[in-house]
């Protein structure tokens, strides 16, 4: 059986044998190395507003080695290699304005002495709808949507502001450029965003285990545009809040029959007697006990009682219905000591 073994040792050999000493040089000593060194780098694929943040994996050094990896003649990470010759570093932070649109190289480095190097495609695409504005009135239209700078012979989908799921897809050709013909869901009208997602290649994907990172392999590489959807009715204008008694005039002990309109539906609404001036007398209430909650109906109408109430409230003055801050004007003329008549007796002192 033959074997090969690496030579640690200078050994007195025939003339005719070749001595061959396996190993790698840095900084003129010879170290074992493991494998042939081998520079890995996640993303492979990135956008340039993405590229924030970098795996590296360097393997086949010798253990204890300096690591020192560069990007654009900038350090971006540096360590030593373990017992194993290799190096990892997850999450690595890439300075802003280092990387630029194109391919980005990153270089590893030993003692000064340049070891492997590889490569980052950073990706700056665009897109643009045309016509950007629709007056479909929240129904739906049709427009082109145009895209440069995406990888070649790539999916890219659709969305619109940043929907799960998309509502069309082209293919880029080989410059990374597409065109196409297409229509937008129903919107509401107003401001929305369409964005057309690169998608990654459909390639096995697979993590390895040196480092524990958030960085993909591929990433999905997204690039906006703004439209907007006009042409939808507006809705009819809420009508102002009035407010009515009647009688407007009325004896102290008795009630004035209070109305209003145009109130919000649902809310809770408040009667207050005032003075002209707008000074606050008493809650309004049908009679001279409790004062029960109050609001507006399904279409912002009320409709309750009043009480002027003997002796405290005299002359003019208002029914004021809050928050709306309408009032009903009202006299309130002396009387409870006279006899009442019918049903507009309620009270007397």
Same mark, same amino acid.
């Given at each position: 059986?033959?074997?090969?073994?690496?030579? $640690?040792?200078?050994?007195?050999?025939?003339? =005719? *044998? @070749?001595?061959? @000493?396996?190993?790698?040089?840095?900084?003129?000593?010879?170290?074992?190395?493991?494998?042939?060194?081998? *520079?890995?780098?996640?993303?492979?694929? %990135?956008? *340039?507003?993405?590229?924030?943040?970098?795996?590296?994996?360097?393997?086949? %050094?010798?253990?204890?080695?300096?690591?020192?990896?560069?990007?654009?003649?900038?350090?971006? @990470?540096?360590? %030593?290699?373990?017992? =194993?010759?290799?190096?990892?570093?997850?999450?690595?932070?890439?300075?802003?304005?280092?990387?630029? #649109?194109?391919?980005?190289?990153?270089?590893?480095?030993?003692?000064?002495?340049?070891? $492997?190097?590889?490569?980052?495609a950073? /990706? #700056?695409?665009?897109?643009?709808?045309?016509?950007?504005?629709?007056?479909?009135?929240?129904?739906?239209? =049709?427009?082109?949507?145009?895209?440069?700078? /995406?990888?070649?012979?790539?999916?890219v989908v659709f969305t619109i502001d940043n929907a799960q799921s998309s509502f069309d897809s082209v293919f880029t050709d080989a410059n990374g450029a597409f065109t196409k013909a297409t229509s937008h869901p129903a919107l509401p009208c107003g401001p929305h965003q369409l964005t057309a997602i690169g998608q990654p290649p459909v390639i096995p994907q697979w993590l390895r285990a040196g480092a524990t990172s958030t960085v993909s392999q591929f990433q999905p590489l997204p690039a906006s545009a703004a439209i907007t959807v006009t042409g939808c009715a507006s809705p009819p204008p809420r009508e102002k809040p009035k407010l009515a008694a009647n009688p407007a005039v009325v004896i102290d002990g008795m009630l004035t029959h209070v109305t209003g309109t145009g109130f919000p539906p649902g809310q809770p609404v408040t009667l207050m007697w005032e003075t002209t001036a707008g000074a606050t007398l008493s809650q309004c209430s049908p009679d001279a006990v409790s004062a029960p909650s109050l609001s507006a109906d399904a279409q912002g109408r009320i409709d309750t009682y009043c009480l002027a109430e003997p002796h405290e409230i005299l002359g003019a003055a208002r029914i004021v219905a809050l928050p709306a801050h309408v009032a009903a004007p009202v006299v309130v003329e002396g009387g409870s000591m006279q006899p009442s008549f019918g049903d507009q007796f309620v009270f007397r002192r």
């Open positions: 059986m033959n074997r090969t073994h690496r030579l $640690a040792v200078p050994l007195v050999l025939p003339a =005719s *044998l @070749v001595l061959i @000493v396996v190993g790698v040089v840095y900084g003129g000593a010879a170290r074992a190395a493991t494998t042939t060194p081998t *520079l890995t780098v996640y993303p492979h694929e %990135t956008t *340039l507003a993405q590229f924030t943040t970098m795996d590296v994996w360097a393997g086949g %050094t010798f253990a204890g080695a300096q690591v020192v990896i560069t990007m654009g003649n900038t350090q971006i @990470v540096s360590g %030593t290699a373990d017992s =194993s010759g290799n190096y990892a570093s997850g999450d690595v932070p890439v300075p802003a304005g280092i990387a630029v #649109c194109g391919q980005n190289e990153v270089d590893w480095y030993t003692d000064n002495d340049f070891i $492997a190097s590889t490569q980052v950073v /990706y #700056c695409p665009t897109v643009q709808a045309a016509p950007n504005q629709f007056g479909s009135g929240a129904g739906t239209d =049709s427009f082109t949507v145009t895209g440069t700078g /995406y990888p070649p012979d790539r999916d």
